[in-house]
T-cell receptor, first 114, second 111 residues
Framework: EAGVVQSPRYKIIEKKQPVAFWCNPISGHNTLYWYLQNLGQGPELLIRYENEEAVDDSQLPKDRFSAERLKGVDSTLKIQPAELGDSAVYLC????????????FGPGTRLLVL | GENVGLHLPTLSVQEGDNSIINCAYSNSASDYFIWYKQESGKGPQFIIDIRSNMDKRQGQRVTVLLNKTVKHLSLQIAATQPGDSAVYFCAETNQGGKLIFGQGTELSVKP
């Protein structure tokens, strides 16, 4: 079974530029999560989708961050404009059942904002 | 070797020894717990999980113990190998589905 796929794996941009991350969850997983992980810390939830509906986006900085999961499968996370403090690893995860099953993570996108 | 949760983030053990990584969770309403292993440059990898109606669960070379009375979770790794070197995170969640990660413990295995 293929795992969670993310792209790109690495991204370097200048501040104020836009950036987008893509995620393809494990087949059959209805729940998709985007996390942010700073160096030396655990992942922190940004947004959670149940199919195409964002059911928890309370931690998403909506002034510059946006996400979509139009067909309930793939998802895109966007930052516009990026700031220096956005440098981090952006992780996507998926699970079969909301809250009742393990979340499986992708390899992450490492973002560096200069 | 044994590590006490958030106060000792680094654990160094000899190859072949058993490792114990501890975690103190925060929410008494949490009913599902997961241990993840994260190697450098990779995403967290699921190791083992346990629900609050259990106090012990075993996998291949790993055992998770849950003590709800003191809100404590531990991961035991038998016969630790160099490939076990990584950062280990415990995570808790409740029926709302939001996963809360602990600080993480770095396990270093000496050959």
């Amino acid at each position: 079974e293929a795992g969670v796929v993310q792209s790109p794996r690495y991204k370097i941009i200048e501040k104020k530029q836009p950036v987008a991350f893509w995620c393809n969850p494990i087949s059959g997983h209805n729940t998709l999560y985007w996390y942010l992980q700073n160096l030396g810390q655990g992942p922190e939830l940004l947004i959670r989708y149940e199919n195409e509906e964002a059911v928890d986006d309370s931690q998403l900085p909506k002034d510059r961050f946006s996400a979509e999961r139009l067909k309930g499968v793939d998802s895109t996370l966007k930052i516009q404009p990026a700031e220096l403090g956005d440098s981090a690893v952006y992780l996507c995860a998926s699970s079969h059942r909301q809250g009742r099953g393990a979340q499986y993570f992708g390899p992450g996108t490492r973002l560096l904002v200069l | 070797g044994e590590n006490v949760g958030l106060h000792l983030p680094t654990l160094s053990v000899q190859e072949g020894d058993n490792s114990i990584i501890n975690c103190a969770y925060s929410n008494s309403a949490s009913d599902y717990f997961i241990w993840y292993k994260q190697e450098s440059g990779k995403g967290p990898q699921f190791i083992i999980d346990i629900r609050s109606n259990m106090d012990k669960r075993q996998g291949q070379r790993v055992t998770v113990l849950l003590n709800k009375t003191v809100k404590h979770l531990s991961l035991q790794i038998a016969a630790t190998q160099p490939g076990d070197s990584a950062v280990y995170f415990c995570a808790e969640t409740n029926q709302g589905g939001k996963l809360i990660f602990g600080q993480g413990t770095e396990l270093s295995v000496k050959p």
